[in-house]
Nanobody, 123 residues
Framework: QVQLVESGGGLVQAGGSLRLSCAAS????????MDWFRQSPGKGRRFVAS???????TYYADSVKGRFTISRDNNGNTDLEMNNLKSEDTAVYYC?????????????????WGKGTLVTVSS
């Protein structure tokens, strides 16, 4: 049984940093791409970043490029380092996994989801 558990969310001031972690278990078959999505109140779940199974290929949403960094280990545990946070980054952040490419960024392509962790950025 695959489980993805996010941690590291919290309250941070604008311009600050936060590091989210996703603990993965049960990903025993096939190379999985790991992803981060976020969902703000009243909005749909949106892609943030992805990293392929080897960690050598990453992909970012334009809104976070240059500020966020995704990384992972061989077990699928995935981190999202978030710097220079803005109020518009406030959202519930979700970890996800799928067997496609890093550029397969539709929420419908994800095979597994975590339950999310809340990030609140105060201005």
């Amino acid at each position: 049984q695959v489980q993805l558990v996010e941690s590291g969310g919290g309250l941070v001031q604008a311009g600050g940093s936060l590091r989210l972690s996703c603990a993965a278990s049960g990903l025993t078959v096939g190379p999985y791409t790991m992803d981060w999505f976020r969902q703000s109140p009243g909005k749909g779940r949106r892609f943030v970043a992805s990293i392929n199974w080897s960690g050598r290929s990453t992909y970012y949403a334009d809104s976070v490029k240059g500020r966020f960094t995704i990384s992972r280990d061989n077990n699928g545990n995935t981190d999202l380092e978030m710097n220079n946070l803005k109020s518009e980054d406030t959202a519930v952040y979700y970890c996800a996994a799928h067997s496609g490419a890093t550029t397969d960024i539709g929420a419908g392509a994800m095979e597994y989801w975590g339950k999310g962790t809340l990030v609140t950025v105060s201005s």
